[in-house]
């Protein structure tokens, strides 16, 4: 019996991007196509098979400590994004500007995604969607070099709204427009 089962919910791919030197800038630049392999995208800041732990996982790893990457991709939404601008008070946010890998349309509630489901595009790249991305307070400079005086509010509106991290489970081609099938696991939510 199959562990994870196709939805009907696709999800266009609206924009592609990638952070070349995080150390300089968060902001990522904008793609048309990328090759995704186990490792991510290549000359991407957090491609790798392996990463340093970071504060996200601190209560399970020293920081520092070398673990799978499971945060090769930054994955937001279309819907999302235009929810961050308008409690924010500002026309737009660039998905650039929050350092983003991927942003997809049309699949409702994307941030809170049940944690292993999988997007899957038309030559069967496959990325499995790890956890929450977490609002941070990094894109505030980029986005105050774009609207000056606005970036600080970028944490508190992106509250649950910050999309997923995600990892290539199977290498191919990602491109604009193209679409993206959720694939969900098969199974209850968890009640303890």
Not at 131 to 137: A, F, G, K, S, V
Request: charged share 25%; aromatic share 6%.
């Amino acid at each position: 019996m199959p562990a994870l089962k196709p939805t009907d919910y696709t999800g266009r791919i609206a924009w592609i991007g990638r952070v070349a030197d995080r150390a300089s800038s968060l902001a990522a630049e904008p793609l048309g196509e990328v090759a995704v392999s186990y490792a991510g995208i290549a000359g991407e800041e957090h491609a790798g098979l392996t990463r340093p732990s970071c504060s996200r996982v601190v209560a399970q790893y020293p920081k520092g400590t070398e673990i799978r990457n499971v945060r090769q991709f930054s994955v937001l939404s279309v819907e999302e994004l235009a929810a961050i601008a308008a409690k924010m008070g500002v026309e737009r946010i660039d998905p650039a500007w929050v350092g983003a890998s991927l942003v997809v349309e049309g699949i409702p509630d994307f941030t809170h995604l049940p944690p292993s489901s999988r997007l899957q595009g038309p030559d069967g790249v496959t990325l499995v969607l790890d956890m929450e991305n977490r609002p941070c307070h990094l894109p505030a400079k980029v986005i105050d070099a774009h609207l000056p005086g606005v970036g600080g509010r970028f944490k508190a509106a992106a509250q649950g709204r910050r999309g997923v991290t995600a990892w290539v489970e199977r290498e191919g081609v990602l491109r604009l427009g193209e679409m993206l099938r959720l694939h969900v696991p098969d199974q209850r939510g968890w009640r303890p």
